[in-house]
T-cell receptor
């Protein structure tokens, strides 16, 4: 069990550029979640996958954001035409599956800074 | 009303004392409750989870859940300077969410400072 892995750890880009982040969940974890955290706030839910199916996307998420989990293993989160307000820590978490009490384990996150 | 509320702190306790962290939630249908510890600049680390009324103990940590009062707490006994961090309370979506996603709804966290 190597834990949830995220890449890159840091990303600095200019406003208007596209960025893509990768998350590798704990092996055999069926559920994968993406959250966003800004300074002084708790993580905010963005979207989640059950295997390869994206089952929910936050209403707060604009259509500039897209996520995939093509083979039910790793996932990517893409932000198109980045804006200043996208600067945040992007966190990925995975859990064994649904059900009461299934804990989510977080990766180290990708810190995005928009210049 | 926020879905999950925590006192932002800072909560300052002397080394060796008991730290008590509190959290209330608004969705009566929430079923699972989690405490995460987050050091500055790091990602959240799971400390405890609870889903039945009562107490759950793990080492120096005790989680307490009272669903009737919609209240969750975390007690840290024999607090150490290394416990100094932000503690995030999280609950899974309940009735408003359909109860199916298990997405976590977080509070803003309580900053704990343990003084040597």
């Amino acid at each position: 069990d190597t834990g949830v892995s995220q890449d890159p750890r840091h990303k600095i880009t200019k406003r208007g550029q596209n960025v893509t982040f990768r998350c590798d969940p704990i092996s055999e974890h069926n559920r994968l979640y993406w959250y966003r955290q800004t300074l002084g706030q708790g993580p905010e839910f963005l979207t989640y996958f059950q295997n390869e199916a994206q089952l929910e996307k936050s209403r707060l998420l604009s259509d500039r954001f897209s996520a995939e989990r093509p083979k039910g293993s790793f996932s990517t989160l893409e932000i198109q035409r980045t804006e200043q307000g996208d600067s945040a820590m992007y966190l990925c978490a995975s859990s064994p599956g649904p059900g009461i009490g299934q804990p989510q384990h977080f990766g180290d996150g990708t810190r995005l800074s928009i210049l | 009303q926020k879905e999950v509320e925590q006192n932002s702190g800072p909560l300052s306790v002397p080394e060796g004392a008991i730290a008590s962290l509190n959290c209330t939630y608004s969705d009566r249908g929430s079923q699972s409750f989690f405490w995460y510890r987050q050091y500055s600049g790091k990602s959240p680390e799971l400390i405890m989870f609870i889903y039945s009324n009562g107490d759950k103990e793990d080492g120096r940590f005790t989680a307490q859940l009272n669903k009737a009062s919609q209240y969750v707490s975390l007690l840290i006994r024999d607090s150490q300077p290394s416990d100094s961090a932000t503690y995030l309370c999280a609950v899974t979506g309940g009735f408003r969410d359909g109860g199916a996603t298990n997405k976590l709804i977080f509070g803003t966290g309580t900053l704990l400072a343990v003084q040597p």
